[in-house]
């Protein structure tokens, strides 16, 4: 008696036999599309510097920009403070010194975080 994949296989029935080829030729499939993905991704590869130099120069705008978004900030906080300090001021409250303090410091605060980070980036 023969012992081997023939042997082997003859002992197995029709839909046995089907199912094992189906399941070859499902794998024989998978590998050819994974070796075809690797081949193909190989010349669509791009320069990394341009990437990251585009990268760089798109955060860099953001930045500018932002910092122009934090001073047009402070600018409509120091008028919002200006209002609610004068209010204070003409009803005659006794805290209108620590309300316009307060009101100052958030527009100071904006303004010296965005130039600070201005400047220590170097942006």
């Known amino acids: ?3 081997g994949a023939g042997c082997f296989l003859k002992r197995w029935s029709g839909h046995q036999r089907t199912r094992l080829s189906s399941i070859s030729s499902l794998l024989a499939r998978m590998v050819k599309a994974i070796a075809l993905t690797l081949v ?4 669509f590869g ?6 990251i130099t585009a990268a760089t120069t ?7 920009t932002g910092v122009t978004l934090m001073y047009a900030i402070g600018a409509v906080l120091g008028l919002v403070g200006a209002v ?3 209010q204070k001021w ?4 006794q805290d209108t010194s620590k309300v316009a303090a307060s009101w100052f ?13 201005k400047s220590f980036f170097g942006v």
Do not use: E, W
């Open 40 to 43: 193909t991704t190989k010349g």
């Open 1 to 3: 008696m023969k012992i």
């Open 58 to 64: 798109n955060i860099t705008s953001y930045f500018a």
């Open 46 to 51: 791009q320069d990394g510097n341009a990437g």
């Open 105 to 117: 410091g958030s527009c100071i605060f904006l303004v010296i975080v965005a130039t600070v980070l």
């Open 84 to 86: 609610k300090v004068y």
């Open 90 to 93: 003409s009803h005659g409250d």
